[in-house]
């Protein structure tokens, strides 16, 4: 594995970093404050590793949820992985033996780092997407490890640093409306989910606004014909 | 004690399920269905858009702050990124002003 690309990965990484340190420091405090350990903490994060349906399985452990509950509020919380997975079926293609991991790890944050990789050589993708999702899962653990662990002992106010995660989605948003020339997906994505919002509020609106945006794409591609 | 390792398991299952479901349908050794290929490659610019609406949306333009430290902390990002295009000072400078911001101001 080559320096320069652990190097790539880590620095696309940092801001994940900070922000998963902190989010999961809060789960870990809120877990902690239901009387779940570390080891608990820890687990939840190395085997669901999904933040926000974390902090709603605190929940339903917390009350007597029926498992057919819990499977349907993770697929209403979590649908939204489904359409990673779409876009990234042809880069993860040739990923070998890492395949099942990467689509593992796949989370909002690392999706957002994978599907706008730095410039670097084709055959070093697969290194790039390997590194950053084992560097994503680790920090994830470690703070959520460490927030159930420390509790609320933090010696200064972190608070609004969580907004690294929403900057990180803006940067990306960003760089990738600087680098094409078709602006009509980005506006589409912002119009669904703004839209879906306002109808549907914001508990409901995910789903509604990948609906949108399928059609829209759909009727899109139809339009553009041959060329796409 | 049994019911929280089973809500654990089953979040984790379903969750896995719904990362592979994708891959599992159009991952094959077969050719990536062109329409599949075509989302792969518009979709992230859509979603990206979807994931930010995501983190804003519990913001209230009705009551105070108005959501002011949100939006002027994104477009803080945003301008950052078109005058220097580094992730790292775009997403450091908006997480320092936004935190200023709460912390101090509003």
């Known amino acids: 594995m080559k320096k320069d690309i652990l190097k790539k990965a880590f620095v696309a990484s940092v801001p994940v970093l900070s922000g998963y340190l902190v989010i999961g420091l809060s789960f870990g405090v809120v877990l902690q404050s239901r009387g779940y350990g570390p080891l608990w903490s820890a687990a939840m994060s190395a085997f669901i590793y999904a933040g926000s349906m974390q902090f709603v399985a605190v929940e339903l452990m917390s009350s007597a949820a029926s498992l057919f509950t819990v499977a349907l509020t ?4 979590n649908m939204r992985h489904v359409f990673y997975g779409l876009s990234m079926v042809d880069r993860y293609k040739n990923t070998g033996k890492a395949r099942p991991y990467l689509i593992f790890a796949l989370t909002d944050e690392t999706y957002s780092l994978v599907c706008n990789p730095p410039e670097m ?7 790039f997407y390997i590194l950053v999702s084992v560097l994503d899962h680790v920090y994830w ?66 789903i509604p606004s990948m609906l949108l945006i399928l059609l829209g794409l759909s009727l899109y591609r139809k339009r553009e014909g041959a060329r796409a | 004690m049994t019911h929280s390792i089973l809500v654990i398991a089953v979040t984790a299952l379903v969750t896995l399920v719904l990362r592979f479901l994708p891959f599992l349908v159009f991952g094959g050794k077969r050719e990536t269905p062109a329409y599949i290929s ?45 005058w220097k295009r580094s992730s790292i000072l775009s997403i450091l400078g908006g997480t320092v002003c936004y935190m200023l911001l709460v912390q101090l101001v509003f």
Request: glycine letters at 8%; hydrophobic letters at 55%; aromatic letters at 10%.
């Open chain 1, 121 to 127: 050589a084709p055959e070093d993708e697969k290194s």
């Open chain 1, 74 to 77: 993770t697929v209403m919380v």
């Open chain 2, 38 to 82: 075509y989302l792969g490659r518009l979709l992230p610019y859509a979603v990206m858009a979807m994931l930010v609406v995501y983190c804003l949306r519990n913001i209230s333009f009705a009551a105070a702050p108005f959501g002011v430290p949100e939006l002027v902390s994104c477009a803080a990002v945003i301008l950052l990124h078109v």
């Open chain 1, 141 to 206: 653990i470690l703070g959520s490890f460490l927030g159930s662990l420390l509790g609320s002992v933090l010696p200064f106010s972190t608070e609004g640093i969580d907004f690294a995660l929403t900057a990180l989605f803006v940067s990306v948003f960003a760089e990738q409306w600087l680098s094409t020339k078709d602006h009509v997906p980005a506006l589409l994505g912002l119009g669904a989910s703004v839209l879906c919002l306002l109808i549907f509020g914001a508990d409901n609106f995910l």
